[in-house]
C-alpha cells in the first residue's frame, strides 16, 4: 500500500474541515496515511475536531497561539509572510520523507480518489515533473479560480480553457490541493521575508522548480467548498 504523508494548515475550519476528513477517511483504505496538521489561533472546534481525528492515526498535530491576523484572500504582503509561516511550520512537523508522494491541501477543497490517484499517475509517468496540480474551479463556473498563486510561463495569471495542454507546464500553481515527490518537498521551502504582492506559493514553486516541472493536470477538476 502507497504511503503519502499529508499536509494541512488549519484556522477556523470547523464547517468544511469535516467533509475533508471525511475523504481521507475514505482514502484510508487504499493508502497509508501520516497527517502533518498545523493550526492557528482558531476560536471554533477546530483544534479538538483534529485532536479527535489524530488519536490514532500517524503523523504529528500542533495547536498553536499567536494572535494573528486571520486574513481573507487577499493580496497583501503582510498575508503571504505570514502564510509561508504557517506553511513552513506544517512542513516541519514531518521528520521523514522517505514516502515517494506527499499531499499538500487546503482544508475547503472538494477531491476524491480519483484526483490522487491522478496526480500519481502523472508524477510515475513524467520523471521530470516534480510536482502536480489540479485545474480547480468554484461554484458552478468552469473558469480556473485560483489565480492569486498562478503563474504562466508567461508569467500571467490567467487561463484561458481554450484547449489547454492535458500537461500544462507554469512557473506556479495550487488550485487547492497538490501533490509533489517528498524528496523535493524535503528541499524546499515557502519564502517568510517575501516583499511582493504575490501568494505564498510562488516562491515555494520557484524552489520546485529548481529540481523539476511544476504542472497543471488541466482534466483533474476539483472545486473549493
Known amino acids: 500500500m502507497e504511503c503519502i504523508n499529508v499536509f494541512i ?6 464547517n468544511t474541515i469535516h467533509k475533508t476528513l471525511n475523504t481521507f477517511e475514505l482514502l484510508e483504505d487504499y493508502f497509508n496515511l501520516h497527517y502533518f496538521i498545523f493550526e492557528n489561533d482558531s476560536y471554533d472546534d477546530t483544534p479538538s475536531i483534529i485532536e479527535n481525528f489524530m488519536k490514532h492515526r500517524k503523523g504529528q498535530f500542533s495547536s498553536n497561539t499567536f494572535h494573528k491576523i486571520h486574513w481573507d484572500s487577499v493580496q497583501n504582503s503582510s498575508r503571504s509572510r505570514d502564510m509561508a509561516f504557517y506553511r513552513n511550520s506544517m512542513k516541519n512537523l514531518c521528520t521523514d520523507f522517505s514516502n515517494r508522494f506527499s499531499i499538500i491541501l487546503d482544508s475547503d477543497i472538494e477531491f476524491s480518489l480519483s484526483t490522487i490517484n491522478s496526480f500519481i499517475d502523472v ?24 489565480t492569486y498563486a498562478l503563474l504562466t510561463q508567461n508569467n500571467k495569471n490567467s487561463l484561458s480553457n481554450f484547449r489547454l495542454s492535458p500537461i500544462l507546464s507554469v512557473n506556479s500553481a495550487f488550485g487547492g490541493i497538490i501533490m509533489i515527490r517528498s524528496s ?8 517568510e521575508h517575501v516583499s511582493q504582492l504575490h501568494s505564498e506559493h510562488v516562491s515555494f514553486c520557484q524552489n520546485v522548480k529548481l529540481f523539476g516541472d511544476v504542472v497543471i493536470a488541466t482534466q483533474v477538476r476539483v472545486k473549493w467548498i
Not at 9 to 14: D, E, F, H, K, Y
Not at 123 to 146: C, E, R, W
Not at 184 to 191: G, N, P
Open 9 to 14: 494548515c488549519l484556522r477556523n475550519n470547523s
Open 184 to 191: 523535493i518537498l524535503q528541499k524546499c521551502s515557502w519564502d
Open 123 to 146: 508524477l510515475i509517468q513524467y520523471d521530470h515533473i516534480a510536482m502536480v496540480t489540479p485545474f480547480s474551479t468554484v461554484g458552478n463556473s468552469d473558469k480556473y479560480y485560483d
